[in-house]
Antibody
């Protein structure tokens, strides 16, 4: 069955860095576009970043552009999010989500990993 | 892009129907049929319930249906059951940069 498992979250000080990982299994990872989506405590969902199947096309939300870097390793079935210059407003649960084939919705989500930015 | 507009709460009694709206603009909801709905129980990941305005993924009960008129999409839950109590989010492809914009979420309470 399809599984997405995030890791790497934790407590970090403002200005610090953190690298999130998402391990995929149960499907051919290289066939799918992937995204990171976050949810601040008690708030709604916010799209963060998109990466194409090969990794050649990448997009970011304006709120993270220049600070976050998305990447993937298809050989290891893994998605990454390198976060730097973290701000308190980046505090959120970060989900990796798979884009449905041929569509523009997210058919599978990981369980999320909590990132807390606080001094 | 600005978030889509959803009512913060909705409620209904078991067996009743409830409709949740999601209002955007001609650049997102009104510009195409890539509108989706997600259900989220407390502490859990979102789950896809409706895609492309009105299509249901395999395994989603047919009590859930979606529609769209102009810049407003709607999710209707018929025959409400206790397990339907959750937060519901709409999402729409926003065109540029393959971005997606979400609504603020609606908390559905089954009375």
């Amino acid at each position: 069955q399809v599984q997405l498992v995030e890791s790497g979250g934790g407590l970090v000080k403002p200005g610090g860095s953190l690298r999130l990982s998402c391990a995929a299994s149960g499907f051919t990872f290289s066939d799918y576009y992937m995204n990171w989506i976050r949810q601040a405590p008690g708030k709604g969902l916010e799209w963060v970043s998109y990466i194409s199947r090969s990794g050649s096309t990448i997009y970011y939300a304006d709120s993270v552009k220049g600070r976050f870097t998305i990447s993937r390793d298809n050989a290891k079935n893994s998605l990454f999010l390198q976060m730097s210059s973290l701000r308190t407003e980046d505090t959120a649960v970060y989900y990796c989500a798979r884009v449905s084939l041929g569509r523009r919705d997210f058919d599978y989500w990981g369980q999320g990993t909590l990132v807390t930015v606080s001094s | 892009q600005s978030a889509l507009t959803q009512p913060p709460s909705a409620s209904g009694s078991p067996g009743q129907s409830v409709t949740i709206s999601c209002t955007g603009t001609s650049s997102d909801v009104g510009g195409h049929n890539y509108v989706s709905w997600y259900q989220q129980h407390p502490g859990k990941a979102p789950k896809l319930m409706i895609y492309e305005v009105s299509k249901r993924p395999s395994g989603v009960p047919d009590r859930f249906s979606g529609s769209k008129s102009g810049n407003t999409a709607s999710l209707t839950v018929s025959g409400l059951q206790g397990e339907d109590e959750a937060d519901y989010y709409c999402g729409s492809y926003a065109g540029s940069n393959n971005s997606v914009v979400f609504g603020g979420g609606t908390k559905l309470t089954v009375l």
